[in-house]
């Protein structure tokens, strides 16, 4: 992923979506809060709320409100979108790429 991020950021262009971006950060770092989802996401503020209420609403992930504070969101992928990930992850091609993708 550091390498899609390196090439957006010398051709200033978008080669991955928010919405992958949130869903991979997701697979790969477990449960997170939405301040550290945001920054991950490369999104604008409104974008980034538009794209976790459609992922919401598609049950895509899930969100729950953290304990220590009433306004902070945690979230993570729904269990059958993890599942459905990590059987692709299990193919070996698709294993190869995340794989590759997540050294980086």
């Known amino acids: 992923m550091q390498t899609i991020l390196t090439i957006e950021d010398i051709l200033k262009v978008k080669l991955v979506t928010s919405d ?8 790969v770092h477990g449960p997170t809060r939405s301040s550290e989802l945001f920054h ?13 209420r459609r992922l919401r609403n598609d049950g895509l992930i899930v969100a729950q409100q953290v304990d220590s504070d009433g306004r902070a969101r945690v979230y993570d992928l729904a269990p059958q979108t993890r599942l459905q990930i990590e059987e692709i992850v299990s193919d070996e091609r ?3 790429l995340l794989r590759l993708a997540s050294q980086r």
Request: charged share 10%; no cysteine.
């Open 20 to 27: 992958f971006r949130v869903i991979y950060n997701l697979f």
């Open 94 to 96: 698709g294993g190869r």
């Open 40 to 52: 991950l996401s490369r999104a604008s503020a409104a974008n980034f709320q538009i794209i976790l």
